[in-house]
């Protein structure tokens, strides 16, 4: 069965500082992982996905993830964080016709 | 293109009262659909999922249940709540056939059990 794990429940970072978002999965067949951001109140919003091909997937508001097949992992990250990026972000992984979430991670931006 | 709707937006119902929460899609024929709950300081559940009308999927025992009475309407309902079914419930759909099944979600339900 798939299962997705992200070790940080809250990260707090200054604005204009970089930041990874950690993400493990695992999966015992073709693995499809997908990033999505919460603000307050509001759905889910899609950040990006990795399907096939290149390692490193680029998604929307500046931010990037890597999949590591080696390490079972798919880190979210972005070189300059703003305060507009504090939100919960979810790493899910595609099972069957379901998608599998981790518990999520909040993202602090502080001025 | 395609909008996902739910409502109400927000609730607060006493225990033991009915439930009954509503989403719709429009744009697309033959979505998959889910319903989620995300309780406070956790992730997201799925709850239930359907691949077409009248056909349902319960991920976990609940008090809860789902009706597909139309293609691109999905109904989460419970006949007495209960304080555990606090929590933001989040509907979402998928293209039938899609060869990676990104999930669109609503703007969810706040429901607050009192």
């Known amino acids: 069965a798939q299962s997705v794990t992200q070790l940080d429940s809250q990260v707090p970072v200054f604005e204009e500082a970089p930041v990874e978002l950690r993400c493990n999965y695992s999966?015992?067949?073709?693995?499809?992982l997908f990033w999505y951001v919460q603000y307050p109140n509001q759905g889910l919003q899609l950040l990006l996905k990795?399907?096939?091909?290149?390692?490193l997937v680029k998604g929307i508001n500046g931010f990037e993830a890597e999949f590591n097949k080696s390490q079972t992992s798919f880190h979210l990250r972005k070189p300059s964080v703003h305060i507009s990026d504090t939100a919960e972000y979810f790493c899910?992984?595609?099972?069957?016709?379901?998608?599998?979430f981790g518990a999520g991670t909040i993202l602090r931006v502080k001025s | 293109s395609q909008t996902i709707h739910q409502w109400p937006a927000t609730l607060v119902q006493p225990v033991g009262s009915p439930l009954s929460l509503e989403c719709t899609v429009e744009?697309?024929?033959?979505?998959?659909l889910y319903w989620y709950r995300q309780a406070a300081g956790r992730g997201l559940q799925l709850l239930f999922y359907?691949?077409?009308?009248?056909?349902i999927s319960s991920e976990v025992p609940q008090n809860l249940s789902a009706s597909r009475p139309q293609d691109r309407q999905f109904i989460l309902s419970s006949k007495k709540l209960l304080l555990s079914d606090s929590g933001f419930y989040l509907c979402?759909?998928?293209?039938?056939?899609?060869?990676?099944?990104?999930?669109?979600f609503g703007p969810g339900t706040r429901l607050t059990v009192l």
């Open positions: 979402a759909w998928t293209a039938r056939g899609s060869s990676y099944n990104e999930q669109f």
């Open positions: 990795y399907l096939s091909g290149s390692t």
């Open positions: 999966s015992s067949v073709s693995v499809y």
């Open positions: 899910a992984i595609l099972y069957g016709n379901k998608l599998v």
């Open positions: 359907s691949v077409g009308i009248g056909q």
């Open positions: 744009g697309t024929s033959n979505p998959n």
